[in-house]
């Protein structure tokens, strides 16, 4: 005896949402960094390209988030925020030109 099962396909390729069959990009993340207590917490921030950072002001006087040649938020209010979208891989040092103890960095893969 002969059984014959009929299997119906859905036209999908691969396990992803794409019909072409290429692999999802992965959605960027925010990473948040605040500036509180004279300092930027986390000091370190690993990212991918495309990922977007933000500082925001925690503390009562003024921040800035300045990057030679890369960014600068200018004078950054108490409660103010500032975002950054990073575009290029390699290490991205920043410090706050009011107080240059403050210093931070930004990894991206």
């Not at 014959?4 to 992965?26: E, Q, Y």
């Not at 988030?65 to 920043?94: C, I, Q, W």
């Amino acid at each position: 005896m002969l059984t014959l099962i009929a299997v119906a396909t859905s036209g999908l390729v691969g396990c992803n949402d794409r019909p072409d069959g290429a692999a999802a990009k992965p959605h960027p993340t925010t990473h948040t960094i605040t500036m509180e207590a004279v300092s930027y917490k986390p000091e370190v921030v690993t990212a991918k390209v495309g990922d977007s950072i933000v500082w925001v002001n925690k503390d009562p006087y003024p921040h800035t988030a300045t990057a030679k040649d890369r960014f600068d938020s200018k004078e950054m209010l108490p409660d103010k925020s500032f975002t950054f979208t990073a575009t290029a891989p390699g290490e991205v040092h920043y410090v706050c030109t009011f107080h240059p103890t403050m210093k931070g960095t930004i990894v991206v893969k």
